[in-house]
């Protein structure tokens, strides 16, 4: 089933039997590419369940697409298996890295923004989509700190790498604030920037608010918590230029019940039922076949 | 300028040891000078590791505290970093490594404990396979009996404990608070997935020596054999009704000529 232009929430398995027993109005559900990749057991039972009521978005976590090494095939065998299994609407990973010399860093490391850096994440997203035989949607990161050796934009990083290898993007509009935050450049120059047509799927989640050593607010990319006003404003800002786009809420930790979750989404959908007055209709579906095509 | 390889290599050795400084790669603007910000990742990391680990050992955990329990995953993840980036079984060696610990000396049976649970969650998420009824035994004709081969669960993991491991578990779990802990007493436990919940059984005199032989590809009669020469009370019809009870069996295969016995898998 396609991703539609809705709000979608993340699954997690405390929720699962809330949603399969009162079939809520959810446009649709991501999960961690990762938490699917035992053998057998519940976990697959309930997301065949909910695949045949909703359509699905798989998201990886663990690929480490920013790795100066080569991709763990086994890791790439995994993920192929897994869309082969359940033909998600959607499949996305990170502009990041997380694994080096065969340990894995359990975390979405930054990357230098250099040619260097730009040939090998090319690479890598072409052995994905090649093996995938589809193309996927790349996520911002968020960022806490920045690189000697970066010498171009993450935008520009960002549009090369579409240019190269004709994937599509995943905007975190959280990441966006965080990195903006931190860094201390403007979330609204980045959003107002940012290649909207190659953009196919948007993440909304909550952030933590820290002091760092020298006492500057920092954000946290924490997913433990409701999305804020701030957020929202972005996400306005952002759907004003780019009409209805599938949007999902994250919260992994912390974890509200069904309720609230249900509400943060409907807090979603109302955003777009407006962007959809503003835009028109035919944005949306120009947009999807951009993130199909190759 | 720093390459990419190197960069990666540097940020991750101070990604593994706490009394590194940030890597020399960072940028020293401003905004990102401060070595807290690299704290960050550090801090993610190792939170995420604990985080998991108290997902798969929450028994351990509440025999042991929280706060004991997370000076236990600290410092076992700092030494054992996950080699893959398929967390759902992270902490395989986190009994062995709870066997070593010097500070849960007093807990001898602890790592056991931690064993168990770990063969529960590999069990759930182990391949999915319909147990097969005891009475696709009678359709073995008598002559075939002795060298019947049994194909075992995929889910299913045996455990012996000179600790009472299952009834341990049980009581603390929650599973059955109620159940009496003998500690003068070892078990040896059975512990499998034959549809959507683990279950765990705690196994008769013999059974783990019985179980093991079919584990290993032995045939009916030669793992019988082995069991009773174990224990003299072997009764081989209970333990085969308790074995298929607990849905352990997958298949059964005749006509293997009895001394080409294939090799354990496990």
Known sequence: MPVPSRAGVGLKADHVDAILDT???????????????????????????????????????????????????????????????????????????????GIHYNDLLPLPYSAETLDRVADHVDLLQETLARPVLIENPATYVAFEASDMSELDFLRALVARTGCGLLLDVNNVLVSATNGAFSAEDYLDSFPLEAVGELHLAGHARERDGRGAEILIDAHDRAVPDTVWTLYERTLGRSGPLPTLIEWDNDLPDWTTLLAEAGAAERRLRAAHGLSGAAAPSGRQSHARAR | ???????????????????????????????????????????????????????????????????????????????????????????????????????????????????????????????????????????????????????????????????????????????????????????????????????????????????????????LGAAARAAAEAHADFDLSSHLSGLFGLGAVIALETGLPVDNQPQAEK
């Not at chain 1, 100066?68 to 033909?87: I, M, Q």
């Not at chain 2, 004991?68 to 600290?74: D, K, L, Q, T, W």
Request: with cysteine.
């Open chain 1, 23 to 101: 079939r809520p109005d959810v446009g649709w559900f991501e999960v961690h590419a990762e938490n699917y990749m035992g053998a057998g057991g519940p976990p697959h039972r309930w997301l065949t369940a909910i695949c045949r009521v909703y359509p699905l978005s798989v998201h990886g976590v663990g690929l480490s697409i920013g790795s100066a090494g080569s991709l763990d095939k086994a890791h790439l065998a995994r993920l192929r298996a897994l869309v082969r299994r359940y033909e998600p609407g959607l499949v996305s990973e990170h502009l990041a890295w997380s694994s080096h010399a």
């Open chain 2, 1 to 219: 300028m720093r390459g990419l390889a190197d960069i990666q290599a540097s940020f991750a050795a101070a990604l593994a040891d706490p009394e590194r400084p940030a890597p020399p790669a960072l940028r020293a603007g401003a905004e990102t000078a401060d070595s807290t910000r690299f704290d960050i990742y550090r801090n993610n990391i190792m939170v995420g590791l604990i985080e998991g680990l108290e997902r798969n050992f929450p028994v351990v955990r509440r025999l042991v505290g929280d706060a004991f329990f997370r000076h236990a995953a600290r410092t076992y993840a700092r030494h054992n970093p996950p080699r893959s980036p398929v967390l759902l079984l992270y902490g395989r060696g986190f009994g062995d490594f709870l066997d070593q610990f010097e500070a849960a000396r007093s807990v001898p049976y602890l790592g056991d404990v931690a064993r168990l649970e770990w063969a529960r969650l590999d069990a759930y998420h182990a391949a999915d396979a319909d147990p097969l009824a005891i009475d696709r035994l009678a359709a073995v004709a008598a002559p075939d009996l002795d060298g019947l081969r049994l194909t075992l669960h995929p889910s299913l993991h045996l455990l012996g404990s000179r600790f009472p491991v299952g009834s341990i578990w049980a009581a603390t779990s929650g599973a059955d608070p109620a159940t009496a802990v003998d500690m003068a007493r070892g078990e040896d436990v059975a512990v499998l997935r034959p549809g959507p919940t683990v279950e765990l059984r705690i196994l008769p005199a013999a059974g783990r020596t019985f179980i093991e032989g079919l584990a290993a590809g032995r045939s």
